[in-house]
């Protein structure tokens, strides 16, 4: 892999706007869930979790094998096999990423989403302005693959309670309980069950 295709990988994880897009995308799917719209993500680390599958598309095919569902669902590209992944690094809570709080601030102050609070609970929902980016970024070739997972993860995992959701993400990633926090998490290229160990 040349420096040059480094330096852009390593340019885009630092760049906010990418990280915003996604979110925006994720938010959007979990918004469509039920019969009405406008349903929030409950708090932060539930998002990270949900973030954590939508990152990493081959934990996300563990997680549909997990549960029985199709695979292939994860539509996973023959280049994000062995592609640079972005970086997500083991935390006290899981899967997590420090600019999660940075990310939220940055979509508030802009008007696309809202932060509410539930007992001492984060809520994390979608304006009209943020539903509207969002289903026009969904429309773009170059994040329409991010919108189809959204939607697969929300059906596959989105009415886990938060503390269920964190020990699924332990039950299909189980290398994570083994790492020191700090540490970056793998792609999973390496590092994929078998059919047998992802049912179980």
Same mark, same amino acid.
């Given at each position: ?15 906010? #706007? =990418?990280?915003? !897009? @996604?979110? $925006? /995308?994720? *938010?959007?799917?979990?918004?469509? %869930? ?70 939220? #601030? =940055?979509?508030? !102050? @802009?008007? $696309? /989403?809202? *932060?509410?609070?539930?007992?001492? %609970? ?79």
């Amino acid at each position: 892999m040349s420096l040059s295709v480094l330096k852009a990988a390593a340019d885009a994880e630092n760049a906010d #706007s =990418l990280h915003l !897009a @996604r979110l $925006l /995308i994720l *938010l959007r799917s979990a918004d469509k %869930r039920g019969k009405s719209h406008g349903k929030p993500v409950e708090g932060i680390t539930k998002l990270a979790k949900l973030d954590f599958l939508l990152r990493y598309p081959l934990y996300l095919e563990r997680a549909l094998l997990s549960l029985g569902k199709p695979p292939e669902s994860a539509a996973v590209l023959p280049r994000e096999r062995t592609t640079v992944e972005t970086k997500m690094i083991r935390f006290r809570y899981g899967p997590w990423d420090g600019r999660y709080r940075r990310w939220l #601030s =940055l979509l508030s !102050a @802009r008007g $696309l /989403i809202s *932060l509410s609070m539930s007992g001492r %609970r984060i809520e994390i929902g979608l304006t009209d302005t943020g539903r509207a980016l969002a289903d026009g970024l969904s429309e773009r070739p170059d994040f329409q693959d991010l919108a189809a997972r959204g939607t697969v993860i929300m059906k596959a995992v989105g009415a886990m309670p938060a503390t269920k959701l964190k020990d699924f993400v332990y039950q299909i990633v189980p290398e994570i309980t083994g790492m020191k926090w700090g540490e970056e998490i793998a792609s999973g290229a390496d590092t994929a069950p078998s059919d047998g160990e992802a049912t179980q």
